[in-house]
């Protein structure tokens, strides 16, 4: 399949404290890599370091997209080039309806990607991207954007948000759209969501600590698993 994404030591520290170390990570066309890892481990860190959110420039290492060094370039210039991120925690954009949504750098058909993350289209197109859509239907519409944008790789951090919106099967059905159109780098804390997975990563404390076929790497995770990491627990 070839490497689509490969990152070699890459470290970050926000506020002058270490969050990231030495990461290494490949993602392959086509695959799908789970990154496991407790509250704290550092997942969304990375996922904003992959993006290139502002804050979140590595001091160390590089993040390579097809061969190509974009450790320097800006969010935008990584999503003209094929990345594209489902947030945490989905936004809301004021006097925006969902149609406008969906068609911002989109090249699929808004209302079919509304139905593939189980929206009636008829329902959402003309409503307004605001807090009278619950946090479960802004998420199911960020995915649908997401679908829109046809990235070459996606990085969905935390797909359930700590909410009982998508059921498993619905999470998996994005999955397969996702990858019918390139790669995903899926990040969570629930190691059911890694059986299925092409390859599977932990990350603790900032660090890759295991990776490899998923099953072994969900077995480390369930057998060395803290609630919230603390950066030795894991590693101990």
């Known amino acids: 399949m070839g490497t689509l994404l490969e990152v070699t030591g890459l470290g970050l520290a926000l506020g002058g404290r270490p969050i990231l170390a030495g ?5 392959a066309r086509g695959e799908l890599h789970v990154l496991l890892g407790a509250n704290g481990a550092g997942k969304s860190s990375l996922a904003y370091a992959l993006m290139g959110c502002a804050g979140y420039r590595p001091q160390a290492g590089r993040i390579l997209l097809d061969g190509e060094d974009v450790t320097a370039l800006p969010l935008h210039e990584r ?76 990085l969905l951090d935390e797909p359930t948000a700590g909410i009982d919106f ?43 600590v295991c990776a490899g076929e998923p099953a072994a790497v969900i077995a480390n995770y369930k057998a060395r698993r803290c609630r919230r990491c603390d950066g030795e627990t894991c590693n101990g």
């Open 79 to 154: 999503a003209r080039r094929g990345l594209a991120l489902a947030w945490q925690e989905p936004a809301r954009f004021e006097g925006l309806t969902v149609a406008d949504y969906l068609a911002i750098g989109g090249r699929r058909e808004p209302a079919e990607c509304l139905r593939e993350v189980g929206l009636a289209p008829e329902d959402y197109l003309g409503r307004p991207l605001d807090k009278t859509l619950s946090g479960g239907e802004r998420k199911r519409i960020e995915l649908a954007g997401v679908l829109a944008l046809e990235p070459r790789l996606a």
């Open 23 to 27: 990461i290494d990570l490949t993602v």
């Open 166 to 208: 998508l059921s498993q099967a619905e999470i998996e059905d994005v999955i397969r759209a996702l990858r019918r159109q390139g790669a995903v780098l899926l990040i969570t804390h629930q190691e059911r969501l890694a059986a299925g997975a092409d390859r599977a990563s932990q990350l603790c404390g900032g660090r890759i």
